[in-house]
């Protein structure tokens, strides 16, 4: 049993838990539960897409200068016109230990969004990005939610 899957069932929750100013709709959705099957999943997608074989994610390498503050290493950009291809921007001028954790946490991101780790990871990104949509207008960081997703699932990897 993988021992970080409590940190992900209270991002879950506080992912899902509506504000004061919304309300659950009729047939509101339940908040996926996740085991370890789910996150082998995801850490299968993630390895796929760091190999040749896979091509679902397309990562475009640019100046540091193109990059956003919250994002200077990898940003994940969101999908492409083919709503099965993510694309992800990775700066040409990060150094290289920076580079493997957040490139593993844009392939996180992609990998959840364009479906290809399961529904539940999309479901859950899904959560995420709208949570994100949510935040001012001029938020430090935008992606202030999905950045938590990664973490946690951080988390659940270095925990083994």
């Not at 004061?20 to 539960?33: F, R």
């Not at 390498?61 to 291809?85: F, R, T």
């Not at 992609?110 to 001029?138: F, H, I, T, V």
């Amino acid at each position: 049993m993988i021992k970080g899957l409590p940190l992900l069932a209270v991002l879950v929750t506080l992912l899902t838990v509506p504000t004061l100013a919304q309300s659950p709709g009729p047939g509101a959705a339940q908040s996926p539960t996740f085991g370890s099957d789910d996150v082998q999943a995801l850490l299968k997608a993630v390895h796929c897409e760091l190999t040749p074989q896979c091509s679902q994610v397309h990562v475009e390498s640019v100046p540091a200068s193109q990059m956003p503050l919250y994002d200077p290493v990898v940003h994940y950009v969101g999908l492409g016109s083919d709503p099965h291809v993510a694309i992800l921007l990775v700066s040409k001028d990060a150094p290289s230990a920076a580079m493997q954790r957040a490139l593993f946490d844009g392939m996180l991101l992609a990998c959840m969004d364009d479906g290809e780790a399961g529904p539940k990871w999309k479901s859950l990104y899904d959560l995420a990005a709208a949570a994100d949509a949510r935040l001012l207008a001029n938020a430090a960081d935008p992606y202030l939610n999905r950045h938590k997703l990664t973490q946690s699932v951080d988390a659940i990897v270095n925990s083994h």
